[in-house]
């Protein structure tokens, strides 16, 4: 999808309908606008169905303040002005009420953005602002001042959050960012204290550089490389929606039976991913014009040393991400059918996927086909993308179930005469 020259209207319609559908703000709640080239601002209605909301219903308001629409605009409007006012390179702005940010906001806390490393890099410095009346002027020159003093995170105490960027998709993934933290976080705290990065690993991440890859003429896709292109964005689609990752963050791949393999490219949008839009690799050579994930060297090495392994999935689901930034240990030994699909799930230190990813692919195999990276991600291999997408779904519904279960009472794990009597039934 080409978002960026898309009408500042439909913009703003297709970003408020993620942010309802992935139940990030309700019917009434919400708000978000972008300033034009022409000094034009394009807002969100008042009182308007936020689920249901058309091109016709957006709101423009011009450089002299005249305001053009069916309807009126946010109450909010006075804030956003503000925030245009200060800061004359912020041309989109979201400001909506997700339950998890809200929970910060009451208890007057900023989410610790430093529990993965590119949620820092994304979202920047967050900050407070204090609270003030919704729709009024002294909340206006509250929000405002805090931007004024360069930041584009903004926590409202009490009310939820204000991000600003150069354009909606840069405020929508550093919202859907920080709200990714904010769920991580409160989950993570529910198994122990949390570990955030050291300053030493976020600067070694803040330095990854995109793997040196000769390139190759790919050519017309072969009837093989087009289903697997198509099936895995159908998969990619469904992690997304599931909010197994964000927007531009997440990496799957897929073996062709030349030994080539298909990987997703970075930093484009996930949820309207398309089958041209997959990067071929080839040894070391790139499908030429296209910019593969980061990970790539691991994905490569990892089907070089497993022949049995056609399909692996780096992802963020905010449960058994939990198991990454705290010392708590992911046991599979939870129902029979997570112990099948997972067995053993190994807890590999930060940097293995991108700083070792020999050493790392080792660590995988058919018999342990799933790893917890602290503080970065978690792998599944399959011997399919479906088999591959299944573990990782097990692997985050498990994860929520434990958690869940720790407010309840005492885990008990399926008994050692058990899991022996499911490796002879399963053939483990």
């Not at 806390?109 to 430093?114: A, N």
């Not at 979202?123 to 004024?148: D, H, N, Q, T, W």
């Not at 985050?396 to 058990?418: C, F, H, T, W």
Request: charged share 25%; proline share 6%.
């Amino acid at each position: 999808m080409m978002f960026d020259i898309m009408h500042p209207a439909d913009q703003l319609v297709t970003i408020m309908e993620r942010i309802y559908d992935y139940g990030m703000t309700t019917t009434s709640g919400g708000n978000l606008s972008i300033r034009d080239s022409d000094g034009n601002v394009w807002i969100t209605p008042g009182g308007v169905d936020k689920g249901s909301l058309r091109r016709q219903d957006i709101i423009r308001v011009s450089p002299d303040g005249a305001v053009s629409g069916i309807h009126k605009p946010s109450v909010e409007l006075p804030f956003h002005l503000s925030v245009y006012k200060m800061r004359p390179d912020i041309r989109a702005i979201v400001h909506a009420h997700p339950p998890s940010l809200v929970a910060f906001s009451i208890v007057r806390r900023l989410p610790e953005t430093l529990l993965v490393p590119n949620a820092r890099m994304v979202c920047g410095e967050v900050r407070f602002a204090p609270y003030g009346l919704p729709g009024s002027a002294e909340l206006g020159e509250k929000i405002g001042r805090v931007f004024a003093e360069g930041v584009n995170t903004v926590m409202l105490e009490n009310h939820g959050v204000v991000i600003g960027a150069g354009d909606m998709f840069g405020a929508f993934r550093a919202f859907e960012t920080l709200d990714f933290c904010a769920r991580l976080e409160i989950n993570a705290r529910r198994l122990g204290a949390i570990r955030p990065l050291s300053a030493k690993n976020f600067e070694l991440y803040r330095s990854r550089s995109h793997v040196p890859l000769e390139e190759f003429d790919a050519g017309d896709y072969g009837s093989e490389e087009r289903l697997y292109r198509s099936e895995m964005c159908g998969l990619i689609h469904r992690a997304y929606n599931q909010r197994l990752f964000n927007s531009t963050q997440g990496t799957f791949s897929r073996r062709l039976s030349d030994g080539s393999f298909i990987i997703t490219p970075y930093y484009l949008d996930r949820k309207y991913l398309e089958p041209q839009d997959l990067v071929r690799i080839k040894g070391r050579a790139k499908e030429r014009g296209k910019l593969p994930s980061r990970s790539v060297l691991l994905h490569e090495a990892v089907y070089r040393q497993h022949p049995e392994i056609n399909s692996i999935i780096l992802a963020h689901p905010p449960n058994i991400m939990a198991f990454a930034v705290t010392d708590a240990v992911f046991d599979a030994r939870l129902i029979p059918e997570s112990y099948i699909l997972l067995n053993t799930v190994q807890k590999l230190p930060f940097g293995s996927s991108h700083l070792q990813p020999e050493l790392t692919a080792k660590e995988l195999s058919p018999k342990n086909p799933v790893a917890i990276v602290e503080n970065d991600c978690v792998i599944a291999t399959g011997n399919d993308l479906l088999n591959a997408f299944d573990r990782l779904e097990v692997m985050e519904y498990s994860a929520k179930s434990v958690i869940s279960a720790r407010m309840l009472g005492d885990i008990v794990n399926i008994s050692p005469a058990q899991v022996e009597e499911i490796r002879t039934a399963f053939n483990l």
